[in-house]
């Protein structure tokens, strides 16, 4: 299998893209294709579990209700028992105090001081009764107004209920796949880089594929074909190999795009990108191992496209479909050895 370095640019692009945005749910490009072609189906798997949650939450709800009022009445008959007991207890020693007859003045006065304060007690716990036994109930009694009115709801409204409940998830499911749409051409290349990394791995490991290469030049070097000023390049697929050096951009274009003529030729960025590498590994790669001078390092300029491309062909530049790649690769004879291969790539690397 290649050796692959690297993670594909477009593929960095798409999860910065998706994070800034919130969105962290998918790990690979695989998932993101699924989710888009299981969209429908995931809204509607959203509210079938909504509603089946909803189904086992009546139920519990009615279990709750019956054993929550069953508990009320006994709270209540507790605290009014207990109550009620409190005021016999008053009554009956007021009623000790009036029927004992007291000749010491002393003692009738402090006995009508003592049956005031009992008949004190007795009237304001008499009054309080209604709001000690509220006080006593009032907890359970409004976790049975909460589950009443659920329950209304689900009876009245099932399916209303069911919509506001997965309102939140149908949103975030939309959101994400809107995000995704501002995406598709993030997409759609990290689709292709993907598929051509895929491909790539089948190859022996006399192969070297670096992702998302880069190079920066300091100074920027002058390119006279485009008359233009170079300080960086990137490319998708850098392919180092016994045969030479691929530069390797993937393209991921419908027919409508292949033949639109608005759309930058990949040619051209091909060609800067193979110029400037031909600079740098001139002025930093030396192949001194063959007994004839120092070899020439071969870059080929390749554009992959997915699933179209041109009829035309292009000078210095060869353009294969997906399934072409691997056998247009290995059409060319190696012509570096071992070491020189290692050389090459411990430097690109």
Known sequence: MARIHRTIESLNSLKYELESRGITRFKSVKEIKEFLQKFDSEKLKVLNDTKNELEQEYHNT???????TQQKVELSSLATEKIDRKLTNLQAKIDLIQKKSSFSFLNKILSSIKLYNLKKQFIVLNDRKFKLLFKVVQPIAQKIKIDQRFLNEYENDKQLLIEKRAKLKIEELEYTKNVLEDCKNLISGAIGENLVVKEIKKLSDD???????????????FYKQQNEIISSIQIDHLLISKAGIFIIETKNWSKKSVNSISLRSPIEQIRRSNFALYIYISENISLADH??????IPIRNLIVMINNKPKAQFKYVSIKLLNELNDYINYFDPILTENQLNKITSHLV
């Open 207 to 221: 192969f070297v594929l670096i992702n998302d290469f880069k190079l920066d030049f300091y100074p920027p070097i």
């Open 291 to 296: 007994h004839w001078g120092e070899q020439k």
């Open 62 to 68: 009615c279990l709750r209700l019956k054993e929550n």
